[in-house]
């Protein structure tokens, strides 16, 4: 599904240059779930945002689903991440006047699908990480967990092939995180590819395969047993 | 873009984004609005000052002059300073063969019209003083006479046979006619003569020296009557559409001179009033008028328009994080920027709009004030429609315009920079 090989990403600071990504290769096939881990600065979000087209590396390959993704302009991008990908942030980056069911709705609407299906099919992801009553209802109306759900909801909407999940429980108690958790390990039984950025012990434990990254390279890249979140929600 | 256009999430996007700054759009939506208002306003009431020029003239031809004789100034051909002059009946043909601009010329002669002693004129026990004009058909050509149904004004018989008609004023018929009674066919009398009442003319309140009293007689009853032989007051002429009025009264004067013997330089002898010359001031004016009215207005739009940009400039900025998520989504550059320039040119057009509507009630409200009077130069304020439409694309092109800056610089952010931001 996702295949990288040699990435090397730096930002430049003024007169130096930062080397954030030092040459990465990594493999993730369909339906697995993997946590990325490392300390801040380590590159994680940097490699999230790479897999995710929100930034360019500046050597190395990527391949997703078969399809090498290079020399993208701001429209492929743009078209490529809403085919390809869902979306969850730390800040759950909803849009504040819209309802939940319209958060939800609007990746379709960059689909260019009809109004009332673009309805349907919210309203039905939006039951599925059990936000159905809540449709109508504001993102200030809702408390962080439910915020990250809708988000969810959002990424999963335009049925991509993969969900990158950028600290998705930084915001939120533990509790509530594990009841996240329970939502993705079920979206990912379902055979959706999860990249998860955490530094969470025990969210990355809930993944399938947890990748260290330290100073830009993989350190360690090893499977896990899945520790089920559902024990941990009454 | 149509797509865009029609969706009802493109509006719901341009109404939460206009919530959001509900006061500060409104105040930059006065400032287009205020644009379109004084530029409605402006040209509408130049419109009507045209119209209400029009209005004042429409009875008078518009290119007619007035010659009447004066006294010399310079001595000439063995005559002294000082000689009366007198304009002949025979003046009007040799006129109309010297100058090729008139096309028509009347003779007119009047008792009262000019100091004087005006007629006596009676019917029965009721009697008064009016002005008594001696004229020829061809007068209508050069001032239209408004006869009420069941009238006519004099014609060639009338003169040929030097019969005994009159046409009088609306104020005569009211003083000497009962309201019941009817003037056409009734005799009235003009210092001690009868003559028989042919029309009543409306009153028009035009052209500046005659009013609703006077009373028309055929030009050969007249001299028949008052005994003036040859003599003529004054001649009312009109030149060709197309002529140069102020040359034709050149001409005009020029050619009494010779014939009158009188010094070319002599400027005194005939005097004359140029109505033509002077609608054309009126009409150089009112274009004047126009033309600023247009330049300020398109001046206030446009300050109004900027003002648009400016918002939306602040308010892309504050929706940095916003539009960085829709990119994330999946919003390509083009839809970005496609929704900012509809957001800009729904506000114009909104704004535009509204200045329209009143700018139109202030010019009905105008014209409901000013309808009945007649001395104001002032007559349906109006708005040619292409003009209408001219403001509205214009806006539309500036407000398009001008929404290209904020929405280059909505789509010149990165996505991953305006998710950053916080």
Known sequence: ??????????????????????????????????????????????????????????????????????????????????????????????????????????????????????????????????????????????????????????????KPKVLLADEPTGALDSKTSYELMDVLQTINNQGITLLIVTHEEDIANMCKRIVHLRDGIIVSDKKVTQVKASQYVE | MFRTLFDRDTWQEIFGSIQKNRLRTIVTVIGVLWGIFIYITLSGASKGLDNGFERQFEQVAINSLFVWAQSTSLPYDGFRTGRRMQLKLDDQAYLMQRVPQLQYVAPRISRGAFGGQAANVGRGTKSGNYTIYGDFPILVKIAAKDIYEGGRFINQADIDNQRKVCVIGERTQKELFEKSEEPVGAFIEIDNMYFQVIGVHRFTGNGGFENDSDVYIPFTTFRKAYNTGDKVDWFAMAAYDNADVVLAEKNIKAALKVKHRVHPDDERAFGSFNLGEIFNKVKGFSSGMNLLSLVVGIATILAGVIGIGNILLISVRERTKELGIRRALGATPSEVRAQIIIESVFLTLIAGVMGIVLGSFVLATINYLTVDSTSLPYTNPTVPIKFILGALALMVGLGTLIGLIPAQRAVSIKPIDALREE
């Open chain 1, 1 to 158: 599904m996702i295949d990288i090989s040699d990435l090397h990403k730096s930002y430049k600071m003024g007169q130096n240059s930062l080397h954030v990504l030092k040459g990465i290769d990594f493999k993730a096939d369909e339906g697995e779930m993997v946590a990325i881990m490392g300390s801040s600065g380590s590159g994680k979000s940097t490699l999230l945002n790479i897999l995710g087209m929100l930034d360019e590396a500046d050597a190395g390959t990527y391949i997703l689903d078969g399809k090498e993704i290079k020399d993208l302009d701001e429209t492929k991008a743009a078209i490529y991440r809403n085919k390809f990908l869902g979306f969850v942030f730390q800040s759950f980056n909803l849009i504040a006047y819209k309802t939940a069911l319209e958060n939800v709705m609007l990746p379709l609407y960059y689909q260019k699908v009809s109004r009332k299906e673009r309805q349907t099919r919210a309203q039905k992801f939006l039951e599925q990480v059990g936000l159905g009553p809540w449709a109508t209802h504001r993102p200030n109306e809702l408390s962080g967990g439910q915020k990250q759900r809708v988000a969810i909801a959002r990424a999963l909407v335009s």
